[in-house]
């Protein structure tokens, strides 16, 4: 088995970008695709897709490889680039490394040597981190009062419900938690904060974060905790939130998604490395 | 189905006593047996079994049921309590909430109405913070620095490993947590502390608490970290420890097992009654 | 003496107006005067200055005074307001809250009964509060990476240096603080930071945040300490970073001032009511 | 002026062995004098008075240097150290480290060069660590409950105060803290706990650490705030509760003094060894 020496990093966003420059750092070659109108020096030259797809010997694809399905996702390439034709001319020797399919079909990745980093529970973990930085940036920039001292509700204790209401503490805000399980009920009294279960959400808070997918804040839960308050919605889309009663009852709601890769670029970047790093390592490549 | 308006608590150990104690303060009636010897008053009177047996609504029994498998473990009653027999006496139609069976034969329980509280979820995490703090308690006591400042590592990222390194850090210690799982890792590093693989252990911790139930401070792992150390294993027995090298190194080793019953066991009485009381939910009991 | 049952509100921005509107909150009459051009609606009504004069009971003038010495401070008043005519009209009797002169003549205040709320330890320890999560809202959005995980530096342990640390660290960041008195670096330590001398800075940061009214990132520090990184200054004019030597370095400079009053009006304006209440229960008010 | 290459560290507890200890393996000669009873290898030979004197280049004296003021305080020497034999012996030219002068008459200390590390701020605050420990690791023994979820009062926000309930808080403690300064509360709030005035203490707490020297604990306040409560005592004596009447209210109140020699030696021997630096540092010794 060949040793990776060369990286082709093809396409993505800022993410992409931050995770080249990392692994050009830690001693990679990297070669760089799809950046033609990324404006300020990245340290990087961007190439053509065939010396990328040429000369390297794993490939890094963008999460998701395709936001439409024909074309990768490379906000900064000056002209689309093909999925179908991209995929098959990886070939099956080389390892690629690609987030999530996106909208590309599944047939296009069967004949690969294929890893999705974007499925890992690492990866999924570190993102938390960013998405609740993202979440209290949001949350900073849109109240006119602090943090410190702000009755906040975090609904769900998932991932970035975990990360996010630790933040908060450490900010000073009185964090109140919800849950389904009653092991991270268990938790989150732990952490010294308050537990309450998600079916009987209660209590009135200046701010709101709901990280569950789910319609958690329908008409009963926003009467019941989300009078004056301001909802940062980070669950997927729809997001949990009734946006039309909230809109009737004048509670702000912001659908927050995507955050890594908005709000700390580089720091998602390098969790899409270290995704990588640890599929090479698991996977003996 | 009857509703449960008085509880019987049989046996067991000052964790007992206090899950009786706070039921009757959540307006249970409560009949108590095998506290004969309990020299304070406990504010509950102390009955005989029979009495326990056929004027209670549900029975709670120890953790363990018995420690002998012939007894219940009661270690404040006068006389023995036969295991077999009182599990008999008991019937199909009243539920038994016990904690774990111990050494009392799985048969004994088969035609009992029987839930295990120390099989759940919520009661092994609530259990982690009288864990957690009897191991600083006892890393207080055994050692001549304070924790602040001082550098620990803490061996494995359950539950136990996740409370502890989260007090240690409250406490102002420079805290090193080690763990398996790549996405556990990143908890810990969202969480500001050092996150290491527990395969590859290395640095110099003046303070090492195992919470890993295999033997990780072997030979290689003592003489890559514990040197100078004061260890404090919390794994079940045999221990995460080589006692025998640690010993020829001068390295004291704490084995310290069962802590919330000994250092908090009012706290440790009413996560009993917590548990009791999410089953009863939960059963629709 | 008279009661204070209803509070004149002149000038000031949207700190005065949530400070007026928090006061309503608490049951006084409040009498608005200097807002004809805040657009959305308040819930106070906003009338002319002879009515707030004669009408109320206490007068609470912006922070500061006056920023150019003829003129009230007064950015949402449609006519200036001058100070002089102002001041003299308010009479020996009436308690006058004040922030700070700011430009305007010390003269003015002589024949005032006058409390200036911006000289006290509770208001600007307060005020630490919004400058902090301030600068963190910055240094969140200036950067690509996040608090977390990030080495950061907090030059200064006074007011704003003690809560801007513990916050950081609350978000998992890597902080050393460095302080000049070594009662102060213990302190330090005990709240789990790295403590450094403010005269031997040294270390490597990502992000650095001065707090010290003085110029100790000159050519030298920013040496030692600076490379790739981002500085925060919040030190009150000109700031303690040499920006001439920074901008060769391309190091990025941000001096952020008055905070409170940009990023968390709503809090900042309770913090001026705090100090009134406060000025008031100490003088009998 | 002499270079100081060999310090005679005479009398004191196990602090003062190991500030010793520290400071030989910081590179210092030392001679140690008055342990003949310490039976474990402390890795410093002890020798006689003399020696200690003739041979070192500056002293350090325990800390108080007499309890009685006849005996230098030395609880491991066999034979009595009189106090102005050894005082008067040491001559103009040499440095002397004390800590107090305890019941030692001041006169004593009139012709010596004499420094006092125990009259220093840093040394006064890095003692609030060990101190806010022993207090902790106390609380933890003589109750029956976990210090997590726990209600505490802190009354006092002075150097053990602000310690003490940082520590409480990272142990996942309900933490109020009470202050008499305004801007102390500010601070208290910014730390998320909850602020109270000193003169107006209430709320039901379990557990209560009084650090303020003065008598905060008198019967009104105990039936304000400490019904089923445990008292933890830091203040020096007589303290800052009314026993007679805790005791009538079976109040439990545990008056701790002197923590740091007790429950941290080693630390409180370093922070000696510390302030005698920063002393011979200041004073170009």
């Known amino acids: 088995m060949k040793t990776i020496k060369t990286l082709g990093v093809i396409g993505g ?27 300020k020096p990245s340290g990087i030259n961007n190439t053509d897709i065939d010396n990328a797809l040429s000369n390297s010997d794993a490939i890094i694809l963008p999460l998701p490889v395709s936001k439409n ?3 990768i996702f490379a906000p900064y390439s000056e002209k689309p680039i093909n999925t179908k034709a991209l995929l098959s001319s990886i070939g099956r020797e080389k390892p690629v490394f690609c987030g999530l399919e996106g909208k590309a079909p599944c047939e296009y990745f069967r004949d690969l040597r294929c890893y999705f980093y974007g499925r890992r529970e690492d990866f999924a973990a570190a993102n938390a981190v960013p998405t609740a930085e993202g979440a209290i940036e949001l949350a900073m920039r849109v109240t006119d009062f602090t943090i410190c001292g702000c009755r906040c509700l975090v609904a769900g204790y ?4 975990r990360v996010l209401s630790s933040f908060l503490k450490g ?6 938690v919800s849950a389904r399980k009653p092991g991270d009920l268990e938790f989150i009294k732990a952490a010294g904060m308050t537990a309450i279960r998600t079916d009987r959400l209660s209590g009135k808070y200046e701010l709101i974060f709901n990280t569950v997918p ?16 301001v909802i940062i919605d980070l669950a997927s889309a729809p997001g949990g939130v009734d946006r039309e009663t909230a809109g009737r009852m004048n509670i702000p709601v912001y659908h927050a998604l995507s ?7 580089e720091t998602a970047g390098k969790i899409i490395k270290n995704a990588v790093y640890n599929i090479m390592e698991e996977e003996g490549i």
Request: net charge negative; proline share 3%.
């Open 158 to 161: 998932g991932r970035i419900g």
């Open 214 to 229: 789910s319609l958690v804040f329908d008409r009963k839960n926003l009467a019941a905790c989300a009078v004056d308050s």
């Open 259 to 265: 955050l890594p890769g908005k709000v700390a670029p």
């Open 13 to 39: 966003d800022m993410r992409q970008l931050y995770c080249a420059a990392s692994a050009l750092e830690d001693g990679y070659a990297v070669i760089l695709s799809g950046f033609e109108k990324y404006g």
């Open 171 to 176: 900010l000073g805000a009185d964090v109140t």
């Open 69 to 71: 399905g024909t074309d």
